[in-house]
């Protein structure tokens, strides 16, 4: 029961959004769109988890690691003197931190710099599933909106190690690096920053405890890539990593792989920030991880006028999705009808190289008895043999019936484009034989896109009449 007294110290708003990242500026502005007042709470950094330990600050670590690990390549183009290039570790760091740091203040300028008492810094807590506290004030919203992100899971026993285990939220801030990090979690981030920080000349080890890396899930793109990564540091897949201490150093252990660091990247994945958060006072049941349920489609949380956004979901931890989340969850919060609207079709892109990626139903996913597989290697493909970067593989997933696109995984150059290609072409419902009457320019690397849809074409059911796959044909 609420008194008297703390109604009168309550500030009331029509939305209260906790966290103010991708998903809670994206919420914010549905909000103001709809011409409701509101109040962004945050507690900790600012500047959203993309732009100041994320998909930023990593890609710029990439583009130097890179570039540099190039010059292995301009022996055979007859360019002389690659041999002396050298790199300034600090210098490429301070790089990066820059870059990192106008990506943030551009965030930060068009969002919270210019909220005056809209914006509260501090960490709030449910009293009731429309009462808030925050640093002691009582907040009374219509409908509240959870978009607390996430944080680096690093398993208890490991946080004795101090500051020798790193996560993302650290890696940024080093002014130099040790000569030896062991990576342990091969996803989308650990394979991204271990190959660059290999390829900056840090000796790297790769530990995963599942037979697979990047995310990857067809069996065929999963050996290639492996083969390809595996070529470049070592990779230990399959069995859980162990770490003990050895002198000043650590070492890591999985079966009988052993290798001794100086820090140990932990990228096992990523927890929800509800901490504290008093989500028990929601009145609804929580899942073993402390989580509530929620729809996907509309965000809401059971029948309450709470609403999750963004990474705190645990699904869809990506910018574009989080992105969506907000503007979901902040639509329906400022209106008074509940919307469910249709999620856009998945796609995955690690940037490691080759990229690796994913987009529309992946290979766990498919009828194996009733899709039919594409596939080209880019072996042979001209474009990418000029590049100097001609290794990969590229299947394409539809149904064997209808011919209708449904998927695709690849490890290949430039396939964070042909993944957009593909997967804007899933969302449009597409057949293999409506891809295939798209113009293809040569050469391009969009031509192993093409060659690997004219495998597919061979295996479906449903062809065009007249032969001629590529034409439309038109009346005389």
């Not at 500030?11 to 011409?35: E, F, H, P, Y």
């Not at 501090?122 to 996430?150: D, K, M, N, W």
């Not at 070529?231 to 162990?242: K, S, T």
Request: hydrophobic content about 40%; overall charge negative.
């Amino acid at each position: 029961m609420i008194t008297s007294e703390r109604r009168v110290n309550e500030k009331t708003v029509d939305v209260a959004i906790i966290g103010s990242g991708t998903a809670g500026l994206n919420v914010m502005g549905q909000v103001r769109r709809a011409r409701k007042s509101f109040v962004l709470i945050n507690d900790g950094e600012t500047g959203t988890t993309c732009a100041r330990v994320g998909c930023m600050p990593s890609k710029a670590m990439i583009q130097v690691a890179e570039d540099f690990h190039r010059r292995a390549h301009l022996g055979r183009y007859g360019i002389a003197g690659h041999e002396d290039l050298t790199l300034d570790l600090p210098e490429a760091l301070e790089h990066v931190q820059n870059l990192r740091d106008i990506f943030v203040d551009r965030v930060l300028e068009h969002s919270t710099d210019k909220l005056g008492e809209e914006f509260i810094e501090g960490y709030a807590r449910f009293i009731e599933p429309t009462l808030l506290e925050v640093e002691g004030q009582r907040i009374r919203a219509g409908r509240v909106v959870i978009a607390t992100g996430s944080r680096p899971l690093v398993p208890e026993p490991w946080r004795a190690f101090g500051d020798r285990i790193i996560t993302t939220d650290e890696l940024f801030e080093y002014e130099n690096l040790p000569a030896a990090i062991g990576v342990i979690g091969l996803g989308t981030i650990g394979l991204e920053l271990g190959q660059s920080l290999h390829r900056l000349g840090i000796s790297v080890t790769g530990f995963d405890q599942i037979d697979t890396i990047g995310g990857i899930q067809d069996p065929e793109v999963a050996r290639t890539a492996i083969d390809i990564l595996g070529r470049e540091f070592p990779l230990h897949l399959g069995r859980p990593a162990d770490i003990e201490a050895a002198g000043e150093q650590l070492k890591v252990t999985a079966g009988e792989h052993s290798v001794r660091v100086d820090k140990v990247l932990c990228s096992i994945g990523r927890v929800p920030n509800v901490e504290n958060l008093g989500l028990e006072n929601l009145g609804v049941a929580l899942d073993e991880h402390g989580m509530p349920p929620f729809n996907l489609n509309t965000m809401q949380i059971a029948d309450l006028p709470v609403y999750l956004a963004g990474d705190v979901t645990g699904e869809r931890m990506i910018l574009h999705e989080a992105g969506d989340d907000g503007r979901i969850a902040g639509y329906n919060a400022a209106h008074d009808e509940t919307t469910a609207f249709r999620r856009k079709t998945p796609i995955m892109i690690n940037f490691c190289d080759p990229n690796i990626c994913a987009v529309g139903r992946r290979w766990d996913e498919i009828d194996q008895g009733s899709t039919a597989v594409g596939e080209i290697r880019f072996g042979p493909v001209g474009r990418a043999l000029i590049m100097g970067k001609n290794k990969g593989v590229l299947r394409v997933y539809g149904d064997r019936q209808s011919g209708r696109l449904l998927g695709a995984e690849m490890i290949g150059p430039a396939c964070e484009h042909l993944a957009h290609l593909l997967c804007w072409c899933i969302e449009q419902r597409l057949g293999v034989a409506d891809l295939l009457r798209m113009p293809f320019y040569h050469p391009v690397i969009e031509e192993a896109l093409q060659a690997a849809l004219y495998d597919l074409y061979r295996k479906v059911e449903t062809k065009n009449e007249g032969g001629l796959v590529e034409l439309e044909r038109l009346p005389v």
